[in-house]
């Protein structure tokens, strides 16, 4: 069973307001993930970490999503203005290398933009 | 458009039975994986299939892959309530940094 902790389970937010989203990675994994996941089930890739380094992300993440991996602290997602396209599950995940290994996911933080 | 993709969207059998998902993929990869993911949880590992691997089993599951035909399959046998879920396979299209690309999913549903 995966240790990834995300919190909070959902979240409720008015267009324009900012979301956060936080995550614990399993104890020992240097690699976390964030994906997007749609309501049809789609999954999007938005940015990975080692350690508190942004291994890839891509550009929508770059430009209204801001993410960070502290030391000693959970791991965070935050959309600075929510849109309504923004409505989604959005799922943490960690590993113990950043190339071909296991990956364990959290329950996710399902985000609801009104 | 996506990277993997499952043939199916639903389907369904009674506990007891045995089915199979397949999966379709576009770029060269070094492994695939199958995940399982049931409602309100995240999605949870199934098998990992390097590229270089024929078939790998891990109970009642059996997944195939075929590099020349970019395509896998997952097998379940003996099936149970409890193997309900939606069922995705994902790549890595040979990512560096083990990003996974996943097809979006079929629903597996296993009636008593």
Same mark, same amino acid.
């Given at each position: 069973?995966?240790?990834?902790i995300?919190?909070?389970?959902? +979240? ?5 307001? $900012? ?7 399993e $104890?020992? @994994?240097? #690699? #976390? ?5 749609? %309501?049809?089930?789609?999954? $999007? !890739? ?8 942004? +291994?890839?992300?891509? *550009? ?48 996710g ?6 | ?9 639903? +389907?369904?059998? @009674? ?16 492994? +695939?994986?199958?995940?399982?993911? %049931?409602?309100?949880k ?40 409890? *193997?309900?879920?939606?069922? !995705? ?12 690309? !996943? ?5 597996l549903?296993?009636?008593?």
């Open positions: 069973n995966s240790k990834v995300q919190t909070p389970r959902y +979240l409720v937010k008015g267009q324009g307001q $900012k979301a956060k989203m936080r995550c614990i990675p $104890k020992g @994994h240097p #690699v #976390v993930f964030w994906y997007q996941q749609n %309501k049809n089930n789609e999954f $999007k !890739f938005l940015i990975n970490f080692q350690n508190q380094e942004v +291994l890839q992300q891509i *550009d929508m993440t770059e430009k209204r999503f801001s993410a960070e991996c502290p030391s000693n602290s959970p791991c965070s997602l935050e959309i600075q203005s929510s849109e309504a396209g923004d409505s989604a599950l959005y799922l943490c995940a960690s590993s113990l290398s950043p190339a071909n290994t296991e990956v364990f996911f959290g329950k933080t399902r985000l609801t933009v009104v | 458009s996506q990277l993997a993709e499952e043939n199916s969207w639903a +389907l369904s059998v @009674h506990e007891g039975e045995s089915v199979t998902v397949n999966c379709s993929y576009k770029t060269s990869i070094t492994a +695939l994986q199958w995940y399982r993911q %049931k409602s309100g995240g999605p949870a590992q199934l098998i990992l299939i390097r590229s270089n691997e024929r078939e790998k089993r891990n109970g009642r599951l059996r997944a195939t892959l075929d590099t020349s035909s970019q395509s896998s399959s997952l097998s379940i046998t003996a099936t149970r309530c409890e *193997d309900t879920a939606v069922y !995705f396979c994902a790549t890595d299209a040979r990512s560096n940094y083990n990003v996974l690309y !996943f097809g979006s999913g079929t629903k549903t296993v009636e008593p």
